[in-house]
Each structure stands twice: as C-alpha cells, then as structure tokens.
C-alpha cells in the first residue's frame, strides 16, 4: 500500500514534486517522477474542516495539484491557471466540506497532463469522518482496507516504462500491455478470511476497466466519486473508467484465492479497430486478463464477516424541472481551424493519411514529455480548449442539465468543483454504478446529468469540464467555465 499521510490532526498536507527513479522489473531503472517519493504519491488522509495545503515544484517543468473529487472553489482547484513554475511553491487555506469518500490528486498542466500523470505524478484522497466502524466497514488500512491504484503500462526490452506516442495513440487514448498497480507489477494482494474493502481508482490515462472476479463472486458495491450509498449493490461487473473512483467490498470467508479482473477496453480493438466496432470482436475472442491476484492471509485479523445491509449516503435526487439546459459535444479530429485534419479521424472511423506524434518516453537518461506540434486537434462543441476564453458563466447554487454527447468512441467526462447525478445513459436508466454521486462518467452516446454547483470560480481560476483520455484533454477536448 502507498504510505499515508494523515492531515487528520496537523491540519496541513505538504506535498513536493520530485523527480525518481523506479525499478518496475528487476535492474532496469526508469526516471519517473511523483509527489514526496519517486512514483505517484502518499494517500492523503482528510477530514472536514481547515486544511493549509503547500505545494513545491522540485521538477523543471510545470506542474499542479488538481484536487479531483474535492468540492473546493475554484482558486484551490489546481487547474491550468494554476500552474507551478520550476522551483516554486503554491500555498492556500482550504476548507474541507463534503462526504466521506476517496478522491484522487493529480498535475493538471495543460499540454503536459498526459505525460506527467503516465510518469507518476497522481495519488489518492481518502475523505473521512472517523465513522467506518460504525457502519459496519473495513477500515484497518492495508489489512482489510485496500487502496488501489490501476494503471496499465508500455516497457522497452529492457524493462524501462515509456511513453511513445503514435497517431492511433493520440486517436483512441495511450494504453499498456503490463498491468501496474500501486506502482508494482504482478504482486499479490494479501487478505484476511473475511470481508474486504477495495478502494479502486482507475490512474489510467485510457484505460477503461470492466473489473469482475475470477470466480464471479459479487462486488458489492458502497460508494461513487461523491461517497457512499444508501444500501450495498451487488455487480457482476463495474465498468470504471480513467478518473472514475469506487469503493466495493469482497468476502473472502470461503478461504479461496481470486483474482480481480478485467475484460477488454471498449475504445480499443485488433488492428486498430475503433471502439463500438469491437464488440462483435469481444464475442470470439476473450481479451480479458488478471489486474490483481489475492491470496488468504490466515494471520490477518478477520474484523468485518458480513456486508452491511444500509449505509448512510445520501443518494443524489436533483429537481430538474425550470433549470437550465447545455449541450456538450465531445468532438475528435478537428484541424487547428475547426473540421477534420489530415491525419485524424475520417468518416467510419477509419484513419487518414499523417505524421506521426511527436516522441517521449522515460529512460534511465530522463524524462521527456511528448511533442504536441503537427497534430490535428479535438474539441468541445467544435472548439478547442483556449485558456483565455470562458465557455459557460454559471449561477452559484443553480442546478443545471447537461446533455453529453459522444458521437465516437466512450469518453470519461470530468467536471470540476462539482457533483452530479446521472439522470438517463442513451435513453436508459443510469447503470448501477452511476447511481450515487459522480463527478467522472464515461460516455457511450449519450449522457444526461443533473449538475449542482456550490463552490465559486472567477475567470482567473475557472473550473474545468474535459474528457478525462488524458491525450483527448491535452489536445483540446477541454472547456472552462466561472461559477458565481
């Protein structure tokens, strides 16, 4: 488990970025970078109330700390505006006020977001008010209480972590063909012979996950982005996209060993296939493969033998009648005038004729982030991301309908400072994951959601709303608005 760093008594979280280096295999180091420590960062413990928060750029580049998942106005949100210069500092007094629940931290450097986040610099919030044990949860942190981190990763033949961006990379979002998690490669998860927590964190940067146990035994799932349920719901299946948290409990009382699971990636096929067109694929080949192997621990303390029967989350009932209605178009292979680009997205899907994307990788040398020039780019509404323009100005305690549209391939649609609920998934009921609070949800087609915005952002620190493929952000698949 990442060490934890508990703000529950100080008050305070300080935080370096900071260059590293990691051996994912055995003498084959790769410079990475993370937050106090080479690779990603601490578990930030939280509790409601005043927080002074201190972030130091260590790097020679820019870096933030996007508070993902945390309802902080839009000064605090460490977004674009709020970049970190090389060998500065960022400083601010923050109010903690909202649910329990696990969040996630990342830089958020516009153009750099892909590169940086690949490279390590991501961690997870655990947002809590001390109250577990009496709703009858897991809490002993890495004994019955796991925290999660999944990410999927590309080595070179030396077993250096790269990061080697070619169009269809650009196009359907960079994916690995080696299972990390919690920075670490084949591990196995111990557990005690009883129930566990798992708190799953999809660090991917496009990863989308359709998680299940080897032996279909259930998930029971407790808590959304936004915190807890009212009851546990028992899934076959989670699908959990790039940005998107949820929190499931395990019964290991039979004594087996499992695996945690995952089938393949919607947005990804054979031979470059784009996403919907893979489904007939997926019913003659089977592209599932093991994100995590558990083993019994019978030393383990057994603390919880049973899943709950209620929680105390309130789930979300937004009043969508008179509020204001938008349209968001998440739109791929636009020029840099508007329009498809040569060597971007064609009619069908299919790929035009084009360069390649600038290189990056990590080596044992150093860091370098990828090239951003001679690319098309993508957009929201037909326009690409612009850190000078608002697109929307919002009303400080309004609700609002969004209407989110996909017209190609599944993306995670983020919105910051916010919570919202899923109203309807290409005319259906939202499927049961999507039931609780979100501020992440993966978009198929399209999504309606009713949005509730109850913290403030001016036009110098604007709150963003993006495809969380993190290759789609950093091309412009981005927008900004104001809350006031």
Request: charged content about 20%.
């Amino acid at each position: 488990m990442p060490p934890v760093l508990d703000t529950t008594e100080t008050d305070r979280v300080d935080l370096t970025a900071q260059f590293g280096s990691t051996d994912f295999f055995d003498g084959a180091a790769t410079r990475t970078i993370g937050y106090n420590q080479g690779y990603l960062g601490p578990v930030i413990r939280m509790a409601p109330g005043g927080l002074g928060a201190q972030v130091r750029n260590a790097l020679d580049v820019p870096v933030t700390v996007h508070w993902h998942g945390l309802l902080v106005p839009g000064e605090h949100d460490g977004g674009p505006q709020a970049a970190i210069r090389s060998g500065a500092s960022w400083s601010a007094n923050m109010q903690i006020d909202q649910p329990p629940a696990t969040a996630f931290y990342h830089t958020h450097a516009h153009g750099r977001t892909a590169s940086d986040v690949y490279a390590g610099l991501a961690g997870v919030i655990h947002l809590t008010d001390g109250r577990d044990d009496d709703r009858g949860l897991p809490s002993a942190y890495g004994v019955d209480d796991l925290t999660l981190v999944l990410q999927d990763r590309r080595f070179d033949t030396g077993g250096r972590m790269t990061y080697d961006l070619s169009m269809m990379d650009v196009m359907h979002g960079f994916v690995g063909e080696v299972m990390v998690v919690n920075g670490q490669i084949d591990a196995v998860a111990a557990v005690p012979k009883g129930v566990t927590r798992l708190r799953l964190v999809n660090g991917s940067n496009a990863r989308i996950y359709t998680l299940f146990m080897s032996d279909d035994r259930p998930m029971h799932l407790v808590a959304t982005d936004g915190g807890f349920l009212d009851v546990p719901i028992a899934l076959e299946t989670l699908i959990l996209s790039p940005g998107e948290r949820a929190e499931v409990l395990v019964d290991f009382g039979d004594g087996r060993s499992v695996a945690l699971m995952s089938g393949g990636d919607p947005n990804q096929g054979p031979m470059g296939m784009m996403g919907r067109m893979r489904g007939v694929i997926n019913r003659v080949i089977d592209r599932s493969f093991t994100v995590l192997d558990f083993a019994i621990d019978d030393t383990l303390p057994v603390r919880i033998d049973a899943v709950p029967d209620t929680l105390d989350g309130a789930m979300p009932d937004l009043d969508g009648t008179d509020v204001r209605t938008r349209r968001v178009s998440l739109d791929m292979g636009m020029g840099p005038g508007g329009g498809m680009g040569p060597g971007m997205m064609g009619p069908g899907g299919m790929m035009g004729p084009g360069g390649m994307m600038g290189r990056g990788m990590m080596d044992g040398e150093g860091f370098r982030g990828p090239m951003m020039s001679g690319m098309g780019v993508f957009g929201i509404n037909g326009r690409p991301y612009d850190m000078d323009r608002i697109d929307y100005e919002v009303g400080l305690g309004t609700t609002e309908r969004w209407i989110v549209e996909s017209p190609m391939l599944a993306h995670p649609f983020h919105i910051h400072g916010a919570m919202f609920q899923v109203v309807r998934e290409d005319g259906r009921a939202p499927r049961p994951e999507h039931r609780g609070w979100k501020d992440t949800v993966l978009v198929t087609g399209e999504t309606e959601l009713l949005v509730r915005f109850d913290r403030p952002a001016s036009a110098d620190f604007p709150f963003m709303f993006h495809c969380h493929i993190l290759e789609h952000e950093d091309r412009g698949m981005m927008g900004q608005m104001t809350v006031s």
